[in-house]
């Protein structure tokens, strides 16, 4: 079974174990709406979902950077990496997310660059450089997914498991930010209002 954490109790420490924070993570929620909010009808069809897109990944990186996250591009793609914890994080407008029955489903396709690719021999003569290069491409994904129609706005951070016909295909494990109906109720909460997070969380993962 995959794990869906939606709880506060349950939530709130799992993503400390990631080395992130709930109130942080919707910080960036915000952003991206807003930059969706900020095309008007001049803009191309197209321009309320790459501001999005433009604005949460900027936000992403404004607010972890100074947590200890770094900047990461490996692959062609734009997420932030963190050394300590050896994960990635990128960010991702979505067709549906936070929903506990249903996997999210990411607006655009997923191509060949979503893949972890091995760049072979580049940097043999620096093995420290070489070191973090393989930390980078080998470290676990985790999707930032942020549904937005309206007021109605949703997310999650999720770990998919693949990538199959361009779309995210299972997800080990995933973390419910805002479900329906539940934008409106996330403006006065920080993670210092909740849960501890040396609770103990149990992740069970697909096999």
Not at 57 to 79: K, M, Y
Request: proline letters at 5%; aromatic letters at 10%.
């Amino acid at each position: 079974m995959v794990a869906v954490l939606a709880e506060d109790y349950e939530v709130v420490p799992r993503l400390a174990q990631l080395g992130l924070r709930r109130d942080f993570l919707l910080d960036v929620v915000r952003a991206a709406v807003g930059g969706r909010r900020s095309s008007t009808a001049f803009h191309p069809l197209s321009a309320g979902g790459l501001l999005s897109w433009i604005e949460g990944t900027a936000h992403l990186r404004r607010v972890f950077v100074p947590q200890g996250w770094e900047i990461c591009r490996r692959d062609n793609i734009e997420s932030i990496f963190h050394p300590e914890y050896g994960i990635k994080v990128v960010f991702q407008n979505a067709e549906r997310a936070g929903d506990p029955l249903f996997d999210p489903v990411a607006v655009s396709r997923k191509g060949a660059g979503s893949a972890r690719a091995i760049e072979l021999g580049q940097f043999e003569l620096w093995p420290e450089v070489r070191e973090k290069e393989i930390a980078e491409e080998a470290a676990p994904t985790w999707v930032l997914f942020v549904f937005a129609d309206g007021d109605d706005v949703r997310a999650e951070l999720s770990c998919p498991m693949a990538i199959n016909e361009d779309q995210f295909d299972g997800f080990h494990e995933r973390i419910l930010l805002v479900e329906k109906g539940g934008w409106d109720s996330t403006e006065p909460f920080t993670d210092e209002d909740e849960p501890s997070a040396e609770y103990d969380v149990t992740v069970s993962r697909k096999d």
